[in-house]
């Protein structure tokens, strides 16, 4: 499988970095980056109700700890991300991005968590109808009278999948570092929108036996 580092977005991409960081901007390269666990993958894709396409888009690919779990599962991963780390493609500001990457109709990823809202809401005007959003979140993410006036009052997720063990995001990626210091005090979930579905938000827990018994949903 290629990690597409030939694709090149679309014509007015220019890749220009973010004005705004919760950090410096030097300190942003160094420290504004916490690799995943790819074990949030698995529990993503194992979960029986979701089921992505072929071709996902990793537009927050870091070192690639997402998109080579995807890839190793079988999946044609395109990887992306504003900062050049060593995978996949670097300089490419999702933001400016007009088009999903060809044969991609879902995208996959941890993002910023400071751009989160406006990751969801580029997104969705990205993916094609039907196209699936799963974003790896922090459970706090359902607050805020803002993010439930430009997302979830209007476009909630179909899914929110809560884990109901910590899954470590490392800064700088170094996952041995954060267990010695006692691991992750953080709640993840996944959120999954499918674009063009309204309805009821379906909460449910994964890595749990409640996700292997839960009841069969008409959206997937």
């Given at each position: 499988?290629?990690?597409?580092?030939?694709?090149?977005?679309?014509?007015?991409?220019?890749?220009?970095?973010?004005?705004?960081?919760?950090?410096?901007?030097?300190?942003?390269?160094?420290?504004?980056?916490?690799?995943?666990?790819?074990?949030?993958?698995?529990?993503?894709?194992?979960?029986?109700?979701?089921?992505?396409?072929?071709?996902?888009?990793?537009?927050?690919?870091?070192?690639?700890?997402?998109?080579?779990?995807?890839?190793?599962?079988?999946?044609?991963?395109?990887?992306?991300?504003?900062?050049?780390?060593?995978?996949?493609?670097?300089?490419?500001?999702?933001?400016?991005?007009?088009?999903?990457?060809?044969?991609?109709?879902?995208?996959?990823?941890?993002?910023?968590?400071?751009?989160?809202?406006?990751?969801?809401?580029?997104?969705?005007?990205?993916?094609?109808?039907?196209?699936?959003?799963?974003?790896?979140?922090?459970?706090t993410f359902a607050e805020g009278k803002e993010r439930y006036q430009r997302i979830f009052g209007v476009t909630p997720p179909a899914l929110v999948l809560q884990?109901?063990?910590?899954?470590?995001?490392?800064?700088?990626?170094?996952?041995?570092?954060?267990?010695?210091?006692?691991?992750?005090?953080?709640?993840?979930?996944?959120?999954?929108?499918?674009?063009?579905?309204?309805?009821?938000?379906?909460?449910?827990?994964?890595?749990?036996?409640?996700?292997?018994?839960?009841?069969?949903?008409?959206?997937?």
């Amino acid at each position: 499988m290629s990690n597409n580092k030939d694709w090149n977005g679309n014509g007015n991409s220019i890749f220009k970095t973010l004005g705004a960081s919760n950090h410096t901007e030097k300190e942003r390269e160094t420290d504004d980056f916490y690799a995943t666990d790819p074990v949030a993958i698995d529990l993503l894709c194992d979960y029986p109700y979701v089921e992505l396409p072929q071709g996902v888009w990793e537009p927050s690919c870091g070192s690639g700890c997402l998109s080579e779990r995807l890839r190793r599962r079988g999946y044609h991963v395109v990887s992306t991300d504003l900062i050049d780390r060593g995978y996949g493609l670097g300089g490419v500001n999702f933001f400016e991005q007009k088009e999903m990457p060809e044969g991609c109709t879902a995208i996959v990823t941890n993002p910023p968590y400071k751009y989160a809202t406006e990751y969801v809401l580029h997104a969705l005007r990205l993916l094609p109808t039907d196209g699936l959003l799963c974003l790896f979140l922090k459970t706090t993410f359902a607050e805020g009278k803002e993010r439930y006036q430009r997302i979830f009052g209007v476009t909630p997720p179909a899914l929110v999948l809560q884990c109901s063990e910590r899954v470590l995001c490392a800064k700088n990626a170094d996952f041995d570092g954060m267990i010695a210091g006692g691991g992750s005090a953080v709640s993840y979930a996944w959120w999954v929108w499918r674009k063009g579905w309204s309805g009821q938000t379906t909460l449910d827990w994964i890595n749990h036996p409640s996700a292997q018994q839960a009841v069969q949903l008409e959206l997937f």
